[in-house]
């Protein structure tokens, strides 16, 4: 079956940098597309990078652009959020998503506190 998990998440001052890892099971992970999304506390979950199969392409949103690199290792079925000067509002669980037809799969979700 279909497994995701996230690693990488704690508490780190504004300014700082953590980044995330996604290890994947289950499915051809070099023929899918993967997706990091994020939920603060109160607010609904938001995308918050996509990646392409082979890697050359990304995407961001607004809120992240130039701070967020999304990557991708097939050898090793995994995906990477390197997350770089953090905001306090970066604060949320953030989460690795992939969809295999109509069928949206997540991990448990890895929480990242930006706090003095």
């Known amino acids: 079956q279909v497994q995701l998990v996230e690693s990488g998440g704690g508490l780190v001052q504004p300014g700082g940098s953590l980044r995330l890892s996604c290890a994947t099971s289950?499915?051809?992970?070099?023929?899918?597309?993967m997706s990091w999304y994020r939920q603060a506390p109160g607010k609904e979950r938001e995308l918050v990078a996509d990646?392409?199969?082979?890697?050359?392409?990304?995407n961001y949103a607004d809120s992240v652009k130039g701070r967020f690199t999304i990557s991708r290792d097939n050898a090793k079925n995994t995906v990477y959020l390197q997350m770089n000067s953090l905001k306090p509002e970066d604060t949320a669980v953030y989460y690795c998503?992939?969809?295999?037809?109509?069928?949206?799969?997540w991990g448990q979700g890895t929480l990242v506190t930006v706090s003095e």
């Open positions: 998503n992939v969809r295999k037809g109509s069928t949206s799969y």
């Open positions: 289950g499915f051809t992970f070099r023929l899918s597309a």
């Open positions: 990646i392409s199969r082979a890697g050359g392409s990304s």
